[in-house]
Protein backbone atom coordinates (compact mmCIF):
# COMPACT_ATOMS: atom_id res chain seq x y z
CA UNK A 1 0.00 0.00 0.00
CA UNK A 2 1.39 3.86 -0.69
CA UNK A 3 0.20 6.66 0.79
CA UNK A 4 0.00 10.44 -0.95
CA UNK A 5 -0.92 12.82 0.89
CA UNK A 6 -1.63 16.39 -0.08
CA UNK A 7 -2.69 19.95 1.08
CA UNK A 8 -0.34 21.27 3.92
CA UNK A 9 0.55 24.50 3.82
CA UNK A 10 0.87 27.65 5.78
CA UNK A 11 -2.42 29.44 7.51
CA UNK A 12 -3.29 32.10 9.70
CA UNK A 13 -4.60 31.19 13.15
CA UNK A 14 -8.35 30.65 12.81
CA UNK A 15 -8.25 29.59 9.59
CA UNK A 16 -8.31 26.13 7.83
CA UNK A 17 -6.72 24.10 5.72
CA UNK A 18 -8.06 20.33 4.22
CA UNK A 19 -5.56 17.52 3.80
CA UNK A 20 -6.20 14.57 1.27
CA UNK A 21 -4.44 11.19 1.06
CA UNK A 22 -5.01 8.40 -1.19
CA UNK A 23 -3.79 5.08 -1.32
CA UNK A 24 -2.87 2.74 -4.13
CA UNK A 25 -1.49 -0.64 -4.66
CA UNK A 26 -2.72 -3.37 -1.99
CA UNK A 27 -5.71 -0.86 -0.93
CA UNK A 28 -8.54 -3.17 -0.86
CA UNK A 29 -7.06 -4.71 1.98
CA UNK A 30 -7.34 -1.36 3.84
CA UNK A 31 -9.39 -1.28 6.84
CA UNK A 32 -8.68 2.14 8.92
CA UNK A 33 -7.09 5.58 6.92
CA UNK A 34 -6.38 8.58 9.60
CA UNK A 35 -3.50 10.91 10.34
CA UNK A 36 -1.02 11.32 12.83
CA UNK A 37 1.48 14.12 13.17
CA UNK A 38 4.54 15.68 14.35
CA UNK A 39 5.42 18.92 15.77
CA UNK A 40 8.79 20.11 16.08
CA UNK A 41 10.85 18.57 19.27
CA UNK A 42 7.62 16.81 20.48
CA UNK A 43 6.74 13.09 19.72
CA UNK A 44 4.36 11.44 16.85
CA UNK A 45 0.68 11.68 17.75
CA UNK A 46 -2.94 10.68 16.80
CA UNK A 47 -4.59 13.39 15.37
CA UNK A 48 -7.72 11.21 13.61
CA UNK A 49 -8.55 7.74 12.43
CA UNK A 50 -12.08 6.71 10.79
CA UNK A 51 -12.82 2.90 9.77
CA UNK A 52 -14.11 1.53 6.47
CA UNK A 53 -17.43 1.37 8.83
CA UNK A 54 -17.30 4.98 9.62
CA UNK A 55 -15.97 4.83 13.18
CA UNK A 56 -14.17 7.50 14.42
CA UNK A 57 -11.57 9.06 16.56
CA UNK A 58 -10.45 11.92 17.81
CA UNK A 59 -7.12 13.03 19.54
CA UNK A 60 -9.14 15.78 22.41
CA UNK A 61 -7.19 19.12 21.22
CA UNK A 62 -8.86 18.73 17.91
CA UNK A 63 -12.54 17.60 18.44
CA UNK A 64 -14.85 20.34 17.68
CA UNK A 65 -12.27 21.58 15.35
CA UNK A 66 -10.94 19.05 12.83
CA UNK A 67 -13.28 16.53 10.51
CA UNK A 68 -12.29 13.37 9.28
CA UNK A 69 -14.35 11.54 6.25
CA UNK A 70 -13.40 8.92 4.07
CA UNK A 71 -14.23 7.97 0.36
CA UNK A 72 -14.34 4.46 0.56
CA UNK A 73 -14.38 3.98 -3.77
CA UNK A 74 -11.32 6.30 -4.13
CA UNK A 75 -9.81 4.82 -1.39
CA UNK A 76 -8.97 8.48 0.09
CA UNK A 77 -9.32 10.22 3.27
CA UNK A 78 -9.72 13.77 4.45
CA UNK A 79 -8.92 15.81 7.38
CA UNK A 80 -10.95 19.09 7.18
CA UNK A 81 -8.97 21.03 9.72
CA UNK A 82 -11.26 24.49 10.97
CA UNK A 83 -10.51 27.28 13.42
CA UNK A 84 -6.05 26.53 13.31
CA UNK A 85 -4.14 26.82 16.23
CA UNK A 86 -0.64 27.50 15.95
CA UNK A 87 0.00 25.12 18.34
CA UNK A 88 -1.58 22.51 15.60
CA UNK A 89 1.66 23.11 13.34
CA UNK A 90 3.58 19.90 12.58
CA UNK A 91 4.33 17.25 9.88
CA UNK A 92 1.05 15.63 9.01
CA UNK A 93 1.41 11.96 8.47
CA UNK A 94 -1.42 9.69 6.54
CA UNK A 95 -1.80 6.04 7.60
CA UNK A 96 -3.66 2.94 6.63
CA UNK A 97 -3.77 -0.77 8.55
CA UNK A 98 -4.48 -3.01 6.40
CA UNK A 99 -6.23 -6.48 7.70
CA UNK A 100 -3.27 -8.13 9.40
CA UNK A 101 -3.13 -4.84 11.27
CA UNK A 102 0.21 -3.85 9.15
CA UNK A 103 0.14 0.35 9.56
CA UNK A 104 1.45 1.75 6.16
CA UNK A 105 2.31 5.88 6.92
CA UNK A 106 2.41 8.72 3.76
CA UNK A 107 4.84 10.78 3.42
CA UNK A 108 4.36 13.91 5.70
CA UNK A 109 2.82 17.16 4.57
CA UNK A 110 4.17 20.31 6.01
CA UNK A 111 1.04 22.71 7.86
CA UNK A 112 2.27 25.80 9.63
CA UNK A 113 -0.08 28.15 11.64
CA UNK A 114 0.88 31.72 12.02
CA UNK A 115 -0.09 33.88 14.81
Known amino acids: VQLQASGGGLVQAGGSLRLSCTASGNKFRITLMGWYRQAPGKQRELVATITIGGIINYTDSVKGRFAISRDNRKSTVYLQMNSLKPTDTAVYYC??????????WGQGTLVTVSS
Open 95 to 104: VADDRIATRY
